[in-house]
């Protein structure tokens, strides 16, 4: 799928730091696959027992400027996921159910960003078409008061770099395009370009780092 804290003297920044941190001193790492693309969540399912932990900074225009996000496989086939925006202080909701897991091909069903602070939940369905190099997702989500297509590419280099690049429609989206480049099997950083689908088009930068960490076996 695929977002932070006390109030103290140190800046967002740091905060975000020091819980990554403090995730890695407290859980073994897990070997795991870390999902979504740079705009859009995608069908697979985080791995039963496996935290996906990222820190997510972004362009305002794109949504909540700075977030920690927490991903969470409850079940081989259903995950929870909480994104915790700083800038503004917003919380949101999420939660995927894989319908179908076989050979290359996976639907799932999700309902996405329920805000703390009111709007209604968005229900999705994604379907994707996954070989060895190249990840296909097309689907659909219902937000701001319209049915939105979903798009996405991912084409995996090696074992440490992939390309993505994803779209949604409706005028607050936008088509973007991304690299992911994998430190450890477990720790990615993804830069990514946001084109804006409104007019005037922007370009908008955003980055997010995620660690997966195993809470149980």
Same mark, same amino acid.
């Given at each position: &799928?695929? *977002?932070? @804290?006390?109030?103290? *003297?140190? $800046?967002?920044? %740091?905060?975000?730091?020091? =819980? =990554?941190? %403090?995730?890695?001193? @407290?859980?073994?790492?897990? /070997? %795991?696959?870390?999902?979504?693309?740079?705009? =859009?969540?995608?069908?697979? =399912?985080?791995? %039963?027992?496996?935290?996906? @932990? *990222?820190?997510?900074?972004?362009? !305002?225009t794109i949504g909540n400027s700075q977030q920690i996000q927490f991903e969470?496989?409850?079940?081989?086939?259903?995950? &929870?996921?909480? +994104?915790q925006g700083l800038k503004p202080n917003e919380g949101f909701f999420s939660t995927e159910f894989n319908l179908l897991q076989k050979g290359p091909h996976l639907l799932t069903v999700g309902v996405l960003n329920w805000s703390t602070l009111g709007g209604?939940?968005? !229900?999705?369905?994604?379907? #994707?078409?996954?070989?060895?190099k190249d990840r296909f997702v097309v689907g659909a989500i219902y937000a701001n008061r319209e049915t939105e297509l979903l798009l996405g590419y991912k084409r995996l280099l090696s074992d440490k770099i992939?390309?993505?690049?994803?779209f949604q429609s409706g005028s607050a989206n936008s088509l973007t395009l991304g690299v992911v480049y994998n430190f450890t099997p477990d720790l990615s950083i993804n830069p990514a370009i946001y084109w804006?689908? $409104?007019?005037?088009? /922007? +370009?908008? #930068?955003?980055?997010?780092?995620?660690?997966?960490i195993t809470v149980w076996k």
């Open positions: &799928m695929a *977002s932070i @804290l006390m109030k103290t *003297s140190l $800046s967002p920044k %740091a905060g975000v730091t020091l =819980i =990554i941190l %403090a995730a890695l001193r @407290l859980a073994p790492a897990a /070997h %795991a696959t870390i999902v979504g693309l740079n705009q =859009i969540v995608t069908p697979e =399912i985080q791995p %039963a027992g496996v935290l996906g @932990l *990222s820190a997510q900074l972004q362009h !305002p969470l496989g409850l079940t081989p086939r259903f995950e &929870m996921a909480w +994104f209604d939940a968005q !229900p999705e369905l994604e379907y #994707g078409y996954y070989t060895d992939a390309l993505a690049t994803d804006t689908n $409104s007019h005037p088009h /922007h +370009f908008l #930068g955003y980055v997010v780092a995620t660690w997966n």
